[in-house]
């Protein structure tokens, strides 16, 4: 039976090191996924990603189990990541569109297995959709990504964001509208 993340918690604060490596291997993917997207730099998510599971394992009991798991690792990972871009002093606009190594909602929407045809494609949408997340404001990448490719709910989102649940609603519509408006001007229907 499979330990609860949780559980997992409890027995890494209580010495089980192997507890860590599972909550690892249950969000590294997503986690990262997250940050690079954020950063739009593999060696900046990777130097976040290590920044967080570094905090997490030196402060295992910063975890309460009054919030969801993901919900909390991803409010520390934001935290990380926003403390890198002040630290930056000159925030540049940040991208969310990563390197194509993992495409999150992208691979929703290309087929699995497309023939030479489909490839062509797919790969002109997913670069017509790269381009369009390109031309939306960090902000709205960001809620974007995180509702549809971390696929946090409403209240997660809003609770991370430390906005109001109506907000969060509002901010995901207006990105989604944006995409949609992007690509449609860029004859992508």
Known sequence: MERSDA?????????????????????????????????????????????????????PKAYGERYKFSAWLFTVAHHAAMDHFRRRSARKAETLDGDGSDPGLLSRLISPEPGPAASAQNRELKSAIEKALEHLCPDQREIFYLRHYSGLTFKEIAALLKIPIGTALARVSRAAAALRKELEKNGVQ
């Open 7 to 59: 559980e997992l918690m409890k027995a890494f604060a209580e010495g089980e090191t192997g507890a860590l490596g599972e909550i690892i291997s249950r969000y590294g993917a997503p986690l990262y996924g997250y940050l690079l997207r954020l950063s739009g730099s593999p060696e900046t998510a990777s130097d976040l990603f290590q920044d967080v599971f570094v905090k997490l394992a030196r402060t």
